[in-house]
Structure formats: C-alpha cells, structure tokens
C-alpha cells in the first residue's frame, strides 16, 4: 500500500473516532430515555441543536466567552429536553409507544423551523478554542479543537458514568429501567425519573450540538438532522439500550464518516454510513451489545 | 390498620374481585387464601395501586390510598414482593436494598443529598437486612446471580427496605421445598417481629394454616370465609370451593 494513502487513512481514521464522540454522546442520550421510557424521542437532535443556538445568541449579544457559550448551549439544551418531555411524553398515553413517538417528530419539525425562521436558514460562526493547536504524532496530525471536543465528550461522558453508577439518582434510573413496576413499589416516582433522564439527556445533547458546531467553527440548522440520524445510527449499531453499545456505536460511525469521506468523497459519503446501517439491520439488528433481557 | 370496604375490579364483565371487605390488624398475619384465579393477585394489586378499583376504598390508618399513585403507597408504608421475583437484575444485593430505602426517603432530605449522596449501600440498616436474609456474603454480587431461594430472600428484604407498615408477601413459598417452608415460615414472623403487619398470599397450606393468625378465603372474586385457621377449615363452602363439593373433607384439613 503507498505510504501516503495509508497516512491519509489514519489521519480520517483518528479525525473520525475523536469526533465520533458526538454522536456517542447522542446515542447515550437516545439510549437513556429509550431504557427508562421504552420510548424513542426523535426530537432529541433538534432539541441539541435548538440548545446550542441559546449559547450562540449569548455569542452574538454580548461577546460572551467560549466556555460560557458552551455551557449556556448544554443548559439551554437541558431545559428543551424538559419541555420536550412535557409536551410529547408526559401526558401520552404510557402503554401505545406510537403517539410518543409522532409527537416527537412534530416537535423535531417544529424546532427545526423555529431554528431557520429566528436564524433565517444562516450559518453563524460558533466559537471554537484550541483551532491553531495541533499536537504531531510522527506524520499523523491531532488537530487541537477536535482534541478539545473528545475530551470535552470524554468527561461528559465519565460524569454520566459516575451519575448512573454511584448515585441514588442513577440507580432509581437503572432500577426503573431494569423493573419499572418493582422500582414503583419500592417508592420511586417514574415521573420524577423520567424527568431528570430527559433533563440530563438534555444536557448531553446540547454539549454534543456545541462540540459539534466548535469543531466546524459554525453553526447551521442542517447540524440537528446530522445529529438525529448519525446518533439513531449509532444507537442502532450499538445496540438500543446498551450504554456502551452508543459509544462503540458513536466512535464508528465517526470513523466510518471519515473513511467514507477520504475514500468517496463528501457527496458519498453518507450513502456508505446508510449503507453500514443496512447492513447492521440486515445481519445484527439487535446491534453489537443488543438485549433486553430481564425486563417485562 | 388496612381496610378494604366493598373493593371490586371487573375487566370487561369479568367480577375479577368483587365487593371484597376485609380489615387487617397491626402486628398480625393474615393469610389470604383461595384457588386459581379467585381473585388473591387482584387483590394485592387494588392494594398496591397497579389497578384502580371499579367500587370501593383502601384505607391505611385512616388515609385514603384508593386513588394514590404506587410509588405513593410505597411511602405511605405498603411494601410487596412478587410472585414472578422481580429484582434489578444488574443492580447488587446491596443496591437492591439501597433502591428500596432511598426511594422511602426521598421525601424528606433535600435534592442534592438525596439524588447524589454516593455510598449509601453501607448504611447500617442495610447491613441489618443483609444479615436478616443471609446474604451479607453476596452483598456485591449482582442480583441476577443469586440462586432462587436466595432471590426470594433479597426480595423480601428489598420490601422491608421501605420501611412499610404492612408487606404483602405473593406466593413466597412458589418453588420452595417442605424444608425450605419451615424456614419461610420463621423469616415471616421475625418480619413480624420487626412491628411489620404481614399479608400472605399463599397455595402452601400447611404454611398458611400454621402461622396465620387470621385467614380469608377469596372464591370467584368474593370472600367466602374469614376467621381462625381453625374456624375457615371447618367451613363447608371453603372445602367445596377447593376440593368440590361431594370430595371427602379429609385432605385440606391434612394437607
């Protein structure tokens, strides 16, 4: 193999897994309301992309500082994921999944116009720190912003393990996702649960929307349906349900993008990502880590 | 301190439990007995809040629970383990408990040590409960991988974790061995023993018959009879309903 191919290979390969951890982050996120709920909320990408938009009006308005920016877009992000709960989920009726479901499409279409009418279908520019760093492995380049998005996912990541591993909070959520009626009768409230899950989520989302946009360095509607569907495939790969399945499933779908990118071109490039979804439905649709056992 | 007045649930026409009163007093065991399908889980349900009932009020103490939600039974002191055991599979034995008695305590502490106050399957209650259902050697074992007797152990414990008033125990000697019944029967009334009331909805005769102190028998959704061991094997419509009316009355009073 020519020496510079296989360069250019590892260097999409590396782009694309440190990426990749946005749609991971995506993917825990559908996974989560998905394992407390036994619900999709397809709104989730759009409610990410709305999130992250609060944190660039704080840009726009009065300059504020990147890690500001960050943090109003992840918070921002949080609260829609509340309201996105409130309106599509909450008061649906629990055992028919299917008025849930196009509830959140109606909410997803219906943030998506807010999102073009207030921005009138622009792009904006969206901070980005560490663009000029670059750390050089031998002839493999990291690039310093895409090294601030994983790590930055890393960490949301590692607080999310340490929230649903070592808290009462997570624990009332896995045990309402492992035996809702038991968790019932042991004094949790679903309603509560659910609640925080959708807030929390929320927040994943809104960091994912404003890694995303950091590591473009701008910011465009088109963004929430990358989102949606880089992150449903990441799910479906991974395995709905399985937490580690959405961050293998992220890292490859990331990886994948990229290859796609340097091998195909930018016009295929998502024809081949479809095309590795069609195969995982076709050979493994339960996805890598896919189960549901021990559940009613 | 429980009291059912006129508690029915039909679904569609079916009178799954109908017009059932029964009161239940503090400190007592009472089991509630009857064949398949007469209305036994119904029941637990209508008390624990998976059914609104179609007629009729649960009362704890004098609160209405008739329209509370389960998680609010829970608080209010009804705790139950299931027939089908139900545990959090991928959760420790430890944390099973822990789950139960956090959710009790929600109410009263403030939200950031309630929800992120790491550390708490150590607490001293929970090392009690461990001991009571010897499992205190198996504490970090997840709970999926503990044999049968054992789970029914964690989920007896699990309910006690919830500091309730009155447990309803669903058939907890299912798949147990004679042997095994002796020491169920003990583990019921050192549950007892703690100030717990406890429901027992069992098929084991010999079980009920010998640690309850008061009986119901449900047939066809309704109560059929209500007293002492001694006074519902004597009863004549309790011995049709579980061996047919022209069967000899040998085999329930041995059995």
């Known amino acids: ?296 | 301190m429980l009291a059912l007045d006129n508690l029915s649930k039909h679904f569609g026409g079916v009178r799954a439990v109908d017009a059932v009163d029964l009161t239940f007093r503090e400190g007592e065991i009472f089991g509630l007995i009857g064949p398949n399908g007469s209305g036994k889980s119904t029941t637990v349900n209508l008390i624990t809040g998976l059914y609104t009932p179609t007629t009729g009020t649960v009362m704890l103490d004098g609160h209405d629970l008739t329209q509370m939600a389960q998680h609010e039974r829970t608080a209010m002191g009804v705790a139950r383990t299931f027939q089908n055991i139900r545990l959090f599979g991928n959760l420790s034995v430890a944390q099973n408990l822990w789950v139960a008695q956090n959710g009790r305590t929600q109410r009263r502490e403030h939200f950031m040590s309630r929800w992120f106050k790491a550390g708490g399957e150590h607490g001293p209650e929970i090392e009690d409960l461990l001991r009571f259902s010897r499992l205190h050697t198996k504490r970090d074992l997840p709970a999926s991988a503990l044999s049968f007797g054992e789970m029914r152990r964690l989920e007896m414990a699990r309910a006690l974790a919830s500091n309730p008033r009155i447990v309803l125990l669903d058939e907890p000697a299912a798949g147990a061995s004679l042997e095994d019944g002796q020491l169920l029967a003990e583990r019921i009334r050192d549950i007892r023993e703690r100030g717990v009331t406890v429901l027992l909805i069992e098929h084991m005769m010999e079980l009920v018959m010998g640690i309850s102190d008061r009986i119901a028998v449900l047939n066809f959704g309704r109560k059929i009879a209500e007293g002492t061991p001694a006074e519902v094997q004597a009863n004549r419509d309790v011995r049709a309903a579980y061996l047919g009316s022209k069967h000899e009355d040998e085999e329930l009073i041995h059995a």
């Open chain 1, 1 to 296: 193999m020519d020496y510079f191919f296989f360069i250019d290979f590892l260097q999409s390969l590396t782009d694309g897994l440190l990426f990749g951890t946005t749609y991971a982050l995506i993917g825990i996120g559908f996974t989560l309301i998905f394992g407390v709920m036994r619900k999709l909320n397809l709104a989730y990408g759009a409610a990410a992309l709305a999130g992250t938009y609060i944190g660039l009006a704080a840009f726009l308005s009065f300059d504020a500082p990147p890690t500001l920016v960050f943090l109003l877009s992840a918070l921002g992000s949080g609260v829609i994921g509340i309201l996105v709960y409130y309106c599509c989920f909450r008061f649906t009726p629990a055992d028919y999944p299917m008025a849930s479901l196009l509830a959140s499409v109606g909410m997803l279409l219906f943030i998506e116009e807010v999102v073009i009418h207030a921005s009138h279908g622009m792009p904006f520019p969206y901070p980005s720190v560490f663009r000029d760093a670059t750390i050089e492995l031998g002839d493999i380049w990291i690039r310093g912003d895409l090294l601030f998005v994983f790590g930055i996912c890393v960490v949301a990541m590692a607080v999310l393990f340490w929230l649903l591993y070592r808290t009462p909070l997570g624990l009332a959520t896995r045990a309402v996702s492992q035996q809702p009626r038991a968790a019932a009768l042991c004094g949790i409230d679903p309603t509560r649960v659910n609640l925080l899950t959708f807030g929390i989520t929320g927040i994943l989302g809104g960091i994912a929307g404003a890694m995303t946009a950091a590591a473009v360095g701008v910011l465009s509607p088109i963004i929430a349906m990358g989102l949606t569907v880089k992150g449903l495939i990441a799910v479906v790969i991974g395995g709905l349900g399985s937490i580690p399945g959405a961050i293998i499933g992220g890292l490859l779908v990331g990886a994948a993008e990229n290859i796609f990118l340097l091998l195909r071109g930018v016009t295929e490039r998502d024809i081949y990502v479809m095309l590795l979804l069609f195969l995982f439905l076709v050979l493994r649709p339960g996805g890598l880590f896919g189960s549901t056992a021990g559940r009613d």
